[in-house]
């Protein structure tokens, strides 16, 4: 019996060594050449998710944007990004305090007339909890912060696009009147947004 396991033992050995050696050398040289192509896949993924969100950036900066997102505990006004007036302030829950509340002159639409109170559904400022302030941060600071569930808000990337696509967001392509709007065509925004996500939502360096 001992011998019989032996002679099978070594004859499945055998037979490894002779398959090794039947491969060609072309089929090694092909498998190299796909883990090559996987790994500039991979490269050239994490390159066009960083050059999507530093297209997302020019719209995140800009005014519209930057008005509910800068520094401070109070939100900002106009082109020149100047404190808020009335002495509005974020609040515990970002609709501000009291009797100022952001709902008692923005309703869920624009006001008529110039320099009119803007509106849209739910307007107000992010909570102080997760206040994601990101004037002066770096093109890959901010990319963290939005991929930073303890700081965005809880969301995650697929949620970010959604909230991209927010009535809320989307206001700023539509301002009111005396406010300039995005420049930035509101369907280029929303595929560069789309693009990073779906090239696993890297950073730029």
Request: aromatic share 6%.
């Amino acid at each position: 019996m001992r011998w019989r396991n032996l002679i099978i033992v070594l004859g499945a050995i055998a037979i490894g060594v002779l398959l090794a050696l039947l491969v060609p050398p072309s089929g090694l040289a092909q498998r190299n050449a796909h883990s090559s192509h996987v790994g500039r896949y991979t490269l050239q993924t994490r390159d066009a998710a960083a050059a999507a969100f530093q297209s997302m950036t020019m719209v995140l900066r800009h005014p519209r944007c930057m008005n509910c997102h800068s520094t401070g505990d109070f939100p900002r006004q106009g082109d020149d990004e100047h404190r808020h007036i009335m002495s509005v302030r974020r609040g515990p829950d970002g609709h501000g305090i009291v009797a100022v509340k952001c709902s008692t002159c923005h309703q869920d639409h624009n006001s008529i007339g110039l320099h009119t109170p803007p509106g849209a559904p739910d307007w107000h400022l992010p909570s102080p909890q997760m206040p994601m302030i990101w004037e002066g941060l770096s093109d890959r600071q901010l990319c963290e912060l939005f991929k930073d569930p303890k700081q965005n808000g809880g969301r995650t990337v697929d949620q970010i696009v959604e909230h991209m696509q927010t009535t809320l967001v989307l206001w700023g392509w539509h301002p009111g009147e005396g406010r300039t709007p995005i420049p930035i065509p509101q369907s280029e925004f929303l595929s560069e947004v789309k693009a990073w996500a779906s090239n696993g939502a890297g950073c730029p360096k």
